[in-house]
């Protein structure tokens, strides 16, 4: 009986060292046992009713006092999946425990059958027990006072209920909510991906239902393990465990856009999820670069301030969004001249956003100055008041002293045409302005194919005149200056800056087009070409690493990737070491032309003309870069003092707790956290300004508005005795930003609130 005798035996042994003296019942613990004879099982189903046994060996039956219960547990708790049986297999009548009396069992070895529809782990539990609740098996279970209870093994035995013979299967039902207003609906799914929430901090967010199943059956108290490929995603939990209905429950948000994949573990499957979020609400514009000369008044040629446009997440917005009327990114924000030399009467003046495709950083303000001295222009976020500055000096031009030409590049590809050049003349002080009356324009060199009256150049496209130099001058009245330009090599591969990164970290890597002799080269301001990122493959990583590959940026920039031949990808590697990618981009010509002599067509005159360019980019995993400290400020109910960042403070009034809600002193808590209160007496209006947010409440109204999006909080602002305002700890948090945790003491009442960033 596959020693079960030696099994009661060492039971009987164990049990006699750990149990208190037993009352002398006809069937007591003392010899009597409960082990298991077949360990493992499928789940029961209608053509393979395979089940548990165990063995409930009985030194005497019980008496007619005494009732035998046996209880199946998983997890430590009463199962509602198992049914015990005593004459054969069935998944029939009462779940979770089997009731015997003195006809139901022999002396000796009674087989016990466990069988389930759910795989897992089942334990059992016997016991002998008297009393006048033994009929209840609740009371029983739950251990009444007026029950005598002996267990035959105190440990319980255990066995397996294993999945059919089949693959693990995982059924995502992903919702999406997005915004604070926003409700929880299905989220969209095209192109394998799962889309759209906001990059916003946790606000917007997937929330992922995981349904886990193995030959039909739900897999209950399996481990799930969850993953992100790369920062700037998180998912709320990493482990988990599958529920009684087979299921884990979880949330990714994102405080960076992009497309991140989450992978899901569970009992040797693994899946791939990929979930899109989209760039924050914008947080701030700042001034990317501004004319460092000092600019003649009423400059002919207007002074270009270029800016970079941010989300709340500190993220660089993309240009297509920034030039696109409709989404209204630039309408929340103001530009103006904060400061000007007294002479000047443009203090005030509001200044005109504009937006160049061939600019870098695509927005650009135009100012030109009335007065000399120095000018600040502010840029500034109407909602959050968050800044950028920048500060441009004006002067009288004087005596032309001499004149400066040039391009936008140095170096054009083979059948560019280039902008127009810029013409300054300077005074002997290097006060710069723009070239006026009669000027003239003249090259020498070969590998022009038109060269226009404003100083414009296509240049040929044949390979023969490959870095040629074109030498061009200028002539303005009596002044004259020439530039050089390059005529880049036609394009022949991709060459990738060596870069580093941290584990987990996306290591962005820089690409130049070069020419077959490794020169910087470019395809031109040609949009006859298309761009497509062909593959990214991954040669070398780290022994056992989980590498990503992202090209997409190429694409996205396509036409800086055409006009300047540069771009970027991005790496992430969870091990450290060396990753080496080999990635291929294909540019196809959208019509028939003529290259070389070679006429280049299909057989219908169509996508004549192909180019491959690879290269191979390299990037040095180090370890993962330790995170920044988080920000926490913790109140105790009833007291006014509190800690924030390890510092102790002092309230005003102290936290409590009112109606089921835990509210803090709003003053107290911004102050420590670097934020700024002002109060406005008249409006009773409460403004909150602190890290790129902006939060405004007025008294006994229930509207929050954080950056200018209002919330409709479930109480109004309230004043306290002592004149102090105060707010749910929700509301608080989501005014500056934090998240909260609450902590409980004895009797079950809230003792404290943590506030963290």
């Known amino acids: 009986m596959k020693n079960r005798k030696l099994f009661a ?130 009371k029983v279970y739950n251990g009444s006072n007026s029950i005598i209870k002996t267990a035959f093994v105190g440990n319980g035995c255990t066995g397996t209920i294993k ?60 481990k ?102 409709a989404s209204g990114v630039l309408a ?35 100012f030109t100055p009335d007065a000399a001295g120095e000018y600040t222009i502010k840029v500034y976020n109407n909602n959050t008041g968050a800044a950028s500055r920048t500060t441009i000096k004006a002067a009288e031009f004087g005596t032309v002293d001499h004149i400066a030409l040039s391009y936008a590049a140095d170096t054009y590809a083979l059948g560019a045409t280039t902008t127009e050049p810029d013409v300054n003349v300077y005074d002997k002080n290097g006060v710069k302005k723009a070239a006026t009356g009669s000027t003239k324009f003249s090259y020498s060199g070969l590998g022009v194919a038109k060269f226009a ?90 022994e056992g690493a989980n590498v990503t590959v992202d090209a997409s940026a190429i694409k996205d920039a396509e036409a800086t990737f055409l006009k300047e031949g540069k771009g970027t990808i991005s790496v992430v590697s969870n091990k450290e070491g060396t990753v080496k990618a080999n990635v291929v981009v294909k540019l196809t010509h959208k019509a028939a032309i003529t290259k070389d002599g070679v006429a280049y067509t299909d057989e219908n005159g169509n996508n004549p003309y192909v180019v491959y360019l690879s290269g191979v980019a390299t990037v040095n995993f180090g370890a993962k870069q330790t995170p920044t400290e988080k920000k926490t400020v913790t109140f105790i109910i009833g007291n006014t003092t509190f800690v924030a960042n390890g510092e102790t403070k002092a309230a005003d009034v102290a936290p409590y707790v009112a109606n089921g809600r835990t509210f803090i002193p709003v003053r107290a808590f911004a102050e420590a956290t670097g934020a700024k209160v002002e109060y406005d007496a008249a409006t009773q209006v409460i403004t909150i300004t602190g890290e790129g947010l902006s939060a405004q409440m007025t008294i006994g109204s229930n509207i929050l508005t954080v950056n200018g ?6 109480t109004a602002a309230a004043v306290t005795a002592e004149g102090r305002t105060v707010l749910p700890v929700r509301f608080a948090g989501q005014a500056l930003g934090y998240g909260f945790e609450v902590a409980y003491g004895a009797n079950g009442a809230v003792s404290s609130v943590t506030m963290f960033k």
Request: charged share 25%; proline share 2%.
């Open 9 to 138: 035996i060492i039971t009987l042994v164990a049990f006699m060292l750990t149990m208190m003296p037993l009352m002398a019942f006809a069937t007591s613990a003392s010899s009597s046992s409960i082990s298991v004879d077949d360990s493992t099982a499928k789940v029961f189903n209608t053509t393979d009713k395979d089940a548990l046994e165990f063995i409930l060996d009985l030194d005497e039956v019980p008496t007619a006092e005494q009732t035998i219960y046996v209880f199946a547990e998983r997890n430590g708790s009463l199962s509602d999946a198992d049914y015990i049986t005593l004459k054969e297999a069935s998944v029939s009548g009462t779940a979770g425990y089997l009731k015997l009396s003195k006809t139901d069992v022999q002396k000796g070895e009674n087989t016990l059958y466990v069988a389930s529809k759910t795989a897992g782990t089942v334990t059992l539990k016997a016991y002998v027990v008297t009393g006048e609740d033994a009929n209840d098996p609740v």
């Open 332 to 366: 929340r924000f103001t530009a103006k001249v904060e400061k000007a030399p007294a002479d000047s009467s443009m203090e005030g003046d509001e200044l005109d956003f504009k937006y160049d495709a061939n600019k870098s950083a695509n927005v650009y303000l135009n």
């Open 163 to 222: 999945a059919a013979d089949s693959k693990v299967e995982i059924a995502p039902t992903v919702k999406v909510k997005v915004g604070n207003e926003g409700e929880e609906e299905a989220a969209t799914f095209a192109e394998d991906v799962y889309g759209t929430a906001k990059a916003d901090n946790g606000v917007s967010y997937f929330k992922v239902s995981a349904l886990f199943t193995k030959g039909g059956s739900k897999l209950v108290g399996e």
């Open 709 to 714: 999006q209002t919330t409709v909080m479930d």
């Open 453 to 542: 009256s404003n100083g414009q150049i296509t240049f040929k496209d044949d390979n023969d005149y490959a870095g040629k130099q074109i030498v061009v001058s200028v002539v303005n009245g009596k002044y004259s200056a020439s530039t050089t330009v390059t005529i880049g090599a036609e394009a022949a591969a991709l060459k990738f800056a060596d870069a580093t990164g941290s584990v987990g970290s996306d290591a962005k890597v820089n690409v130049q087009i070069v020419d077959v002799n490794g020169n910087a080269t470019a395809i031109g301001e040609n949009t006859d070409y298309t761009v497509e990122v062909q593959s990214a493959v991954v040669t070398e990583r780290p």
């Open 224 to 325: 799930v393990i969850i993953s992100v490929d790369k920062d700037g995603a998180t998912v709320n939990k990493d482990e988990a465990t599958t529920s009684a209905t087979g299921k884990v429950d979880f949330k990714v948000t994102a405080t960076k856009a992009g497309t991140y994949t989450v992978t899901i573990e569970c009992a040797g499957k693994s899946e791939d999820y990929k979930f899109k979020f989209d760039e924050n609400s914008t947080g701030r514009v700042v001034i990317s670069n501004t004319v460092s000369d000092t600019i003649a008044v009423d400059n002919e040629e207007e002074a270009a301030v270029e800016l970079t446009v941010h989300d709340a997440n500190n993220n660089v917005l993309s240009g297509s969004i920034l030039e696109n009327p």
